[in-house]
């Protein structure tokens, strides 16, 4: 005939290697060995002491309507320092006003 025919090649599956075999690096000890061994450092605890101290006052006067109270608090560590203070006046003033008889009526 007068034309060409075209044939598709044959299917040939593409060729698969398995993987090489995993080797494990091998070891070996270091050639030298330390001078000397020595204990941990000693730490210090976690919890350190504290120093505290606290102070309270009270004044009254004379006819106790009049307070000064006074609260302080202290505490010290080896890494911090705090101080509180309260002072509260109290200062219920009598009022003195002069006493009056009730009218005629109402008695």
């Not at 210090?44 to 109270?69: K, Y």
Request: aromatic content about 14%; charged content about 10%; glycine content about 4%.
């Amino acid at each position: 005939p007068g034309y060409a025919t075209y044939a598709a090649p044959a299917y040939a599956a593409p060729a698969y290697h398995a993987p090489a075999a995993y080797a494990a690096p091998a070891y070996a000890a270091p050639a030298y060995a330390p001078a000397a061994y020595h204990a941990a450092p000693a730490y210090a605890p976690l919890a350190s002491t504290a120093v505290g101290a606290t102070a309270q006052s009270t004044v009254r006067s004379l006819d106790g309507n009049s307070v000064v109270s006074q609260y302080s608090k202290a505490v010290d560590t080896a890494f911090s320092s705090v101080r509180k203070y309260d002072t509260r006046v109290s200062n219920d003033g009598v009022a003195i006003a002069p006493a009056y008889h009730a009218p005629a009526a109402y008695a």
